[in-house]
């Protein structure tokens, strides 16, 4: 059974800093491009940031670029986003996504960002 758990979201300050991670099972790990997507309050889920299995390359959302860093261990099967700078438009539930197809989804965790 494929598995995705979220887990590092809260509530912060703008300007603060929050690491998500992303426990992955049930499926061969280092052979995925992982991503993470977030769904804004009454928005369409947004596509924020990209990394190759290998985790050699990496993309990123421009509302994101220079503030957040995707990195994954496949060792340990986990994906991360370190965001940094974070602004209130950045509440939002996040979603660790696994394969260029968007096949595998966790269940989110929810980052509010507001003084």
């Known amino acids: 059974e494929v598995q995705l758990v979220e887990s590092g979201g809260g509530l912060v300050q703008p300007g603060g800093s929050l690491r998500l991670s992303c426990a992955a099972s049930?499926?061969?790990?280092?052979?995925?491009?992982m991503s993470w997507v977030r769904e804004r309050p009454g928005k369409e889920p947004e596509w924020v940031s990209k990394i190759k299995g290998g985790g050699g390359t990496t993309y990123y959302a421009d509302s994101v670029k220079g503030r957040f860093t995707i990195s994954r261990d496949n060792a340990k099967n986990t994906l991360y986003l370190q965001m940094n700078s974070l602004k209130p438009e950045d509440t939002a539930v996040y979603y660790c996504?696994?394969?260029?197809?968007?096949?595998?989804w966790g269940q989110g965790t929810q980052v509010t960002v507001s003084s």
């Open positions: 049930g499926f061969t790990f280092v052979n995925y491009d």
């Open positions: 996504v696994g394969g260029s197809l968007y096949d595998y």
